[in-house]
């Protein structure tokens, strides 16, 4: 027998038949996206009424092969065409699943607009004055820890295990109605920052500390050898050096306190998690005011995201000289 030669466009086209028909099996399996489809599909065909399995069937192979061309259209784009198509195809499949939920589009436009103004600028005040907090906090304990003072360092230990190691829910409750206990009398947005500056500021102690050490010995000694005083060689050398190994997990530190200010709510105060809550019980619409809160999350941490990258490329520049 002579040998078969398998060509490049019949092993491709082959890999997409398998691809097609694994990816028609995992749809059937799992029904997704097959509902709507599926009810088309049986509209326009009298033979398949009454075949549930079938329609089920032909609505998946529809999917996959949907999804199999979307694929070959990708592969063929330039990335920042890919990125893009990614993003608005992912966003218009989140809006289409919560559209899904029936929801009140002329409720949502009713209280959108107070969740902006009132929510929001709440939650941005307690975040921004809790991000300077924590920042402040964060250097003085990686000092702290690097210092050769036992003093120092037993501090910024106990005060990183501290606060690390309760719940934040639990600090807050703790500074907010434990504090009255010893005569001091605090407000509910004021224990609220107070809460997440110390949690936070004790997580990002162990970041800064890493990102300073991350920087080699060899540079503070040729800044001494300049004539530079210790404080000089850290501000001047050592950190916008580390700036670079610091930034990407502290930009992440920052959107989880942005969702974590929610946590604020417990005590009163009038953040965007406590007006979502609130104003749907007003006409029992949880769900809108819940998504239409998530959403506007999302956004601020799409704005903190830009942020941290413009900062990454800032600071990158070094490396890439």
């Not at 398998?18 to 995992?26: D, R």
């Not at 436009?109 to 924590?134: E, M």
């Not at 407000?187 to 990002?204: D, E, Q």
Request: glycine share 10%; with cysteine.
């Amino acid at each position: 027998m002579g040998a078969i030669i398998l060509r490049p466009g019949l092993l491709r086209a082959g890999g997409l038949g398998l691809a097609l028909v694994l990816l028609t099996a995992l749809v059937y399996a799992t029904g997704l996206g097959t509902g709507w489809i599926g009810e088309r599909i049986a509209a326009l065909s009298a033979a398949l009424e009454g075949h549930p399995s079938a329609v089920r069937l032909l609505a998946a192979a529809v999917v996959a092969t949907l999804l199999v061309l979307n694929g070959i259209a990708l592969v063929r784009l330039p990335r920042s065409q890919q990125v893009a198509l990614i993003w608005a195809e992912l966003g218009v499949l989140v809006l289409a699943f919560f559209y899904s939920f029936d929801l009140s589009f002329e409720f949502i436009w009713r209280k959108i607009g107070f969740l902006i103004t009132q929510g929001v600028t709440t939650t941005l005040l307690i975040s921004a004055a809790s991000i300077v907090i924590a920042s402040v906090l964060a250097m003085v304990g990686a000092i702290a820890k690097l210092s050769q003072s036992g003093i120092a360092y037993g501090l910024a230990t106990f005060y990183t295990s501290l606060f690390r190691g309760l719940p934040l829910l639990m600090q807050i409750y703790i500074i907010y109605l434990g504090l009255p206990q010893l005569g001091y009398v605090v407000g509910p947005v004021t224990a609220g920052i107070a809460a997440l500056s110390l949690c936070y500021g004790a997580y990002m102690t162990e970041i800064f500390r890493a990102g300073i050490e991350s920087i080699a010995k060899g540079q503070a000694e040729a800044a001494t050898a300049l004539g530079l005083s210790p404080r000089q060689t850290l501000w001047l050398v050592v950190l916008p050096q580390a700036m670079r190994v610091i930034i990407p997990p502290t930009g992440n530190q920052f959107i989880a306190m942005l969702k974590d200010s929610s946590l604020v709510s417990v005590v009163g105060v009038w953040e965007l998690m406590y007006l979502a809550r609130t104003q749907g019980q007003t006409e029992f619409r949880h769900i809108e005011m819940l998504i239409t809160a998530s959403m506007i999350y999302w956004a601020l941490s799409m704005g903190l995201e830009f942020a941290q990258a413009r900062l990454e490329r800032r600071y990158a520049r070094s490396t890439r000289r």
